[in-house]
Every structure is written in C-alpha cells, then in structure tokens.
C-alpha cells in the first residue's frame, strides 16, 4: 500500500512539472509574439519620423520633376540631393518591409499600422522605383528588381484592406 502511495504522488509531481512546463511554455511564446508586435510598432514609429513625416512635405509632382531632371542629366546639386534623400527614404522603406516580409517584424501589426498610406507612399515613389530600375540594370543582362520587398508589403496591405472592406 506503501508503494502504491509513493507511486501516486510520484506520478501527480511529474504530472504537476509537465502542466508547469507547458504553461511556461505558452507564457514564453506569447511574450514573444508581444515583443515582435511591439518592436513593429517601435519600428514604424521610427519610420514616421525618419521617412513618412518628410514624404509629406513633397509632392508627387516634385518626385517626378526630380527624376526627369536625373533621367536627362540635367542635375544641380540641389536636385541631386533631393534624388538622394528619396533614395535614402526608400531604403528605409525596404528595411522595414523585408523585416516584415521575413517574419522579424509582425506582418498584422505592421498592415493595421501601415493600412492603405505604405500603399499609397508606394504609388508616390514608382518614379523613383522605375528610375532605379533603369539606371540600375544599365546595359546588363540580368533584370535587376529594386524595393521589392517594399512592393510584396504594399501588396499584403492591399489584400488585407480588401478583406477587411469584404468583412464589413
């Protein structure tokens, strides 16, 4: 009878450990998701002071003025810097969206932030994108993709924005 006792609280103590692994197990996983929403939100905090803030001051027309006058060569320094600024946003923009195209940053957190303004920053900078492109692949063979990973995040938001009209 002895035995059959210390057999029993045996038996509850590793079933004790087990549900106390699990439960470790499960607080573990969601203080990481937490973590990931959170530095995608620090993330694009981030993003809205170094890129959105200043992309709001400039038009689209302005964008396309500058490419033009890249494209013909006919660049002044002012003109050259702005070129490079823009440059420099998109970098930016291509960081945070490999980022959340590769799962470092979180794809939903960073689609209900962005919403439909990554999406239309995208359409602002095609000028850029497209210069790039042809600047960029010269007379090389080999066709060379520029902000990708920033076009595969705007394509996400669309479709989630379209979801979430179909939803409602």
């Not at 070129?83 to 939903?108: M, P, Q, W």
């Not at 996400?156 to 979430?164: M, R």
């Amino acid at each position: 009878m002895a035995i059959k006792m210390e057999l029993y609280i045996s038996l509850a103590a590793m079933i004790i450990s087990l549900i106390s692994v699990i439960v470790s197990v499960a607080i573990y996983a969601l203080g990481i998701q937490r973590d990931k929403k959170q530095d995608t939100l620090d993330s694009f905090n981030l993003l809205q002071e170094q890129v959105f803030d200043k992309l709001n001051l400039i038009t689209y027309s302005e964008i396309t003025d500058i490419c033009k006058k890249v494209e013909s060569g006919n660049i002044d320094n002012n003109t050259n810097s702005k070129y490079y600024n823009l440059l420099g946003y998109l970098a930016r923009l291509e960081h945070f969206s490999l980022g959340v195209n590769t799962g470092i940053y979180d794809a939903k957190t960073a689609e209900r932030a962005g919403t439909a303004f990554l999406v239309s920053l995208h359409k602002k900078l095609l000028p850029v994108i497209e210069l790039q492109k042809k600047r960029g692949n010269g007379n090389n063979n080999k066709k060379i993709e520029y902000y990708e990973e920033f076009k595969m995040l705007t394509e996400k938001i669309s479709n989630y924005e379209k979801k979430q009209i179909s939803k409602k």
